[in-house]
């Protein structure tokens, strides 16, 4: 399974929002409604954002949500927040089964 | 508080073997089951493989690159979760992360993550 495409890096001004993509094929992203997206602040270890598509875990800011269109998964930020600015992975189930990650974007707040 | 903390990493030579340790606390390990990751320098993430809660039988899965050099086992008196690393290459190189999967036979999503232990394999 290659890695799930994302763009490499996406910009914003505070307060604005922003669309993360990660693209799979139908083996993976599009097939099943366990894609997962965590943030990842550098030196730090990853945090849960969003589980199953859309889902947002207890603890996590109203202002993440997520969605999904055929074999692309989405990741919004609204109102971005200078303490927004990391690292962004999606990770979809892949059946086997495997997990595959996206190449990540970096998320800078202008 | 959920916490996991890894260790056992270091530098070592193509061809040993190194095990790291997951020491879980805030929440009783075996009713969870636990994966592995790891992650290159300057690179992005990758899944190793997991271990089922003992409702599944504790069974594994391994990622294809891992598969057959690579083990993971538990032990939910110890609260610990360990990945067996054999025939290690330059290219095993990275932070290994451990992470407990939020639920399911295969896992959703992993909803808490330990901060890494570094694993440097060079000749």
């Known amino acids: 399974q290659s890695a799930l495409t994302q763009p490499a890096s996406v910009s914003g001004s505070p307060g604005q929002s922003i669309t993360i993509s990660c693209t799979g094929t139908s083996d993976s992203v599009g097939n099943y409604n366990l894609v997962s997206w965590y943030q990842q602040h550098p030196g730090k270890a990853p945090k849960l954002m969003i589980c199953?598509?859309?889902k947002r875990p207890s603890g996590v800011s109203i202002r993440f949500s997520g969605s999904k269109s055929g074999n692309t998964a989405s990741l919004t930020i609204s109102g971005l927040q200078a303490e927004d600015e990391a690292d962004y992975y999606c990770c979809s189930y892949a059946g086997g089964p495997t997990y595959v990650f996206g190449t990540g974007t970096k998320v800078t707040v202008l | 508080e959920v916490q996991l903390v890894e260790s056992g990493g270091g530098s070592l030579q193509p061809g040993r073997s190194l095990r790291l340790s997951c020491t879980a606390s805030g929440f009783s390990l075996g009713g969870y089951a636990m994966s592995w990751f790891r992650q290159a320098p300057g690179k992005g993430l990758e899944w190793v493989g997991f271990?089922?809660?003992?409702?599944?039988?504790?069974?594994?899965e391994y990622a294809a690159s891992v598969k057959g050099r690579f083990s993971i086992s538990r032990d939910d008196s110890k609260s610990i979760a360990y990945l067996q690393m054999n025939s290690l290459k330059i290219e095993d190189t990275g932070v290994y992360y451990c992470a407990r999967v939020r639920w399911g036979y295969d896992p959703d999503a992993f909803d808490f993550w330990g901060q890494g232990t570094m694993v440097a394999v060079s000749s």
């Open positions: 199953e598509d859309t």
């Open positions: 271990i089922r809660g003992k409702a599944y039988g504790g069974t594994t």
